[in-house]
């Protein structure tokens, strides 16, 4: 009750909505600078159970942005590295790692055991395997994309929007969008997108407020411009959505 005081007295969440939260499995596919603070606050927020999937190992370039990790864990699994820091923030999370990529082989039976999924990566491959597998398996997906001072978050809950694919269509080629390497990234970009996805989820969650669904929340850091495109309907050419119908 002490820890989480400050929460249940919110009207939109209560003691009940406390309980939900308890009893939610979150997976979160990256521990980089997205999945820093979405993590932190899941877990700070009192979620009963978070996946963490992350092949990579701290790297000190990690450290302006990626705030979970620390000195002391460079060249630890980030999953793993991150786990530690959760345990310590709060020490009854049911922290499940998983210190390897995600793929085609092993994506849809690490989706299949969450209630929300939440895209914490930096590659579109990757983005869109795990829409399609969260689409086809009836998953809430939330997405978050960051690059230099900018970023935006949507969310897709089954039968109430449009998906990530019926959004931007398919992996675009190879130099066509630039990378956070080539372009570079604030780390408080990352912060910020990253806080609103666990906004997202903890709403969903709970059932509080309204969810980014079937728009995008798009934010210019440089100017504190914020815009949210809306895309109100599913794409008839979209192939997932498609699939999922027949």
Do not use: W
């Not at 939610?24 to 990256?30: E, R, Y």
């Not at 109430?160 to 066509?176: A, L, T």
């Not at 440089?222 to 699939?243: G, Q, S, Y």
Request: a neutral charge.
């Amino acid at each position: 009750m002490n820890r989480y005081e400050r929460q249940e007295i919110i009207k939109e969440i209560g003691v009940e909505g406390q309980k939900k939260l308890k009893n939610s499995k979150v997976l979160v596919i990256g521990a980089g600078g997205l999945g820093s603070p979405i993590e932190m606050y899941l877990a700070a927020a009192g979620v009963g159970t978070i996946g963490i999937v992350d092949g990579d190992a701290v790297d000190e370039s990690n450290l302006n942005r990626q705030i979970i990790h620390d000195t002391d864990n460079v060249g630890i699994n980030k999953a793993e590295s991150a786990k530690q820091r959760l345990k310590k923030i709060c020490p009854d999370v049911n922290v499940i790692c998983y210190p390897y990529y995600i793929t085609n082989e092993n994506a849809e039976n690490i989706i299949s055991s969450y209630d929300v999924i939440i895209d914490a990566v930096d590659n579109f491959e990757t983005r869109f395997l795990v829409n399609d597998i969260c689409v086809l398996q009836k998953k809430v997906f939330i997405h978050g994309g960051v690059i230099r001072f900018n970023g935006q978050v949507l969310t897709y809950v089954p039968g109430m929007g449009p998906c990530y694919r019926c959004i931007f269509d398919d992996v675009p080629e190879e130099g066509e969008v630039p990378t956070s390497k080539e372009v570079g990234i604030l780390g408080a970009s990352a912060g910020i997108i990253g806080s609103i996805q666990a906004m997202e989820a903890i709403k969903y969650i709970t059932g509080a407020g309204e969810l980014l669904t079937g728009k995008m929340l798009i934010i210019d850091g440089l100017t504190m411009n914020t815009r949210v495109a809306k895309f109100p309907k599913i794409n008839p050419n979209c192939p997932v959505c498609n699939r999922k119908n027949k």
